[in-house]
């Protein structure tokens, strides 16, 4: 009990850690934080600057033509996409610089390090979609039960790419630099991650809107897969991700 008192203290402590280093630091803020929210703006830019009878129209589509299943593989893309264009996980080495080196002497295990980096990119794309998907609710009179359903099975679409994220950095951490913008702007992990996850996310658009028809089968296969997936990424770091981060060096 005391060590499991002991490791939940280092791990909340480590989070804090965390979220102060992403909020006070502007270039850390925009490129990991504030990207997350940027897609309800968008959606809400777009729905009120188009003509009032397209967007009627794709109202009364969405409302009565798009099938649940549908609508989740489509949710499924789209978290991907979402939690894909946050470099929250995938500079969650980088963003130490030099100063990472003193992670090593921290009474904090390296797993433990790695999950609360994880766990903050995870919750901050969640809010994202979160916040996504109750626009798209009230702009398109989505049903209670649907939302939160679509926001169930998109769990593992967002966990992903923190996942996929923290392991891209642990190989190829970019802690040389001499600003923060350096640190996301000019991270190949961040690039490697958002194309992964694009590809991903527009193949579940993709399945979406080709196997309209196929029911249930291609959103709870797509949510299975990614589960399965999320599962080996996990099981690797927490196997190999101590080991991969005592090799790095100066």
Not at 49 to 72: C, F, K, M, W, Y
Not at 129 to 153: K, M, N
Not at 188 to 198: D, K
Request: charged share 10%; hydrophobic share 60%; glycine share 8%.
């Amino acid at each position: 009990m005391a060590e499991a008192g002991r490791s939940g203290g280092q791990l909340g402590a480590l989070i804090l850690k965390e979220i102060r280093l992403l909020v006070r630091t502007p270039a850390f803020f925009m490129n990991c934080v504030l990207v997350n929210f940027i897609w309800p703006v968008m959606i809400l830019f777009v729905m009120t600057s188009g003509e009032q009878e397209d967007i009627e129209g794709l109202r009364r589509l969405v409302g009565s033509n798009v099938s649940l299943a549908t609508l989740l593989l489509a949710g499924i893309g789209a978290a991907l996409l979402v939690a894909g264009v946050s470099g929250a996980s995938a500079s969650g080495i980088s963003r130490e610089g030099s100063q990472f080196f003193t992670s090593k002497y921290l009474p904090a295990p390296y797993l433990t390090q790695l999950k609360a980096k994880m766990t903050v990119a995870f919750l901050l794309a969640l809010a994202g979609f979160a916040l996504l998907l109750g626009v798209l609710a009230v702009l398109f009179q989505l049903p209670a039960a649907a939302i939160g359903l679509l926001l169930l099975a998109t769990l593992p679409a967002i966990a992903f790419p923190v996942l996929a994220g923290m392991l891209l950095d642990v190989h190829f951490p970019k802690l040389v630099w001499d600003n923060e913008y350096r640190a996301v702007k000019q991270n190949m992990s961040i690039v490697l991650l958002m194309v992964i996850s694009g590809l991903a996310g527009a193949a579940c658009i993709w399945m979406a809107l080709r196997y309209s028809a196929a029911g249930w089968t291609p959103a709870v296969t797509a949510v299975l897969l990614l589960m399965a997936v999320d599962a080996g990424l996990y099981f690797l770091l927490a196997k190999k991700g101590a080991d991969w981060l005592a090799a790095i060096s100066a």
